[in-house]
């Protein structure tokens, strides 16, 4: 079993960066495919970006070319730099796990959240 928390979120300025940690305990990182999600207020939560155990990365179109997920196996922590940041991107950013090798596309483990605020 693979506990998540994430940190790092906070409130930035338009064109701001933040980066946001996912800390997993309970087992290692290895062969696990993470994913950051996000939700706002009123909508339904959304892929924002994921990357495979072996380093193969996806993003949503609303974020391609201004954030980058990336992993640390030894740290079990992985990251979501995000740049350019937009009034849009504000919401609530969710960490997920999944096993790699998981016949299912569904993400059993989640974090608490991390709020990020974009202002104007």
């Known amino acids: 079993q693979v506990q998540l928390v994430e940190s790092g979120g906070g409130l930035v300025q338009t064109g701001g960066s933040l980066r946001l940690s996912c800390a997993a305990s309970?087992?290692?990182?290895?062969?696990?495919?993470m994913a950051w999600f996000r939700q706002s207020p009123g909508k339904e939560r959304q892929f924002v970006a994921r990357?495979?155990?072996?380093?193969?990365?996806n993003y949503a179109d609303s974020v391609k070319g201004r954030f980058t997920i990336s992993r640390d196996n030894a740290k079990k922590t992985a990251y979501l730099q995000m740049d350019s940041l937009k009034v849009e991107d504000t919401a609530v950013y969710y960490c997920?796990?999944?096993?790699?090798?998981?016949?299912?596309?569904?993400?059993?483990?989640w974090g608490q959240g991390t709020q990020v605020t974009v202002s104007s």
């Open positions: 990357i495979s155990s072996g380093g193969t990365t």
């Open positions: 997920a796990a999944r096993p790699e090798l998981s016949v299912s596309d569904s993400y059993p483990t």
């Open positions: 309970g087992r290692t990182l290895g062969s696990l495919r």
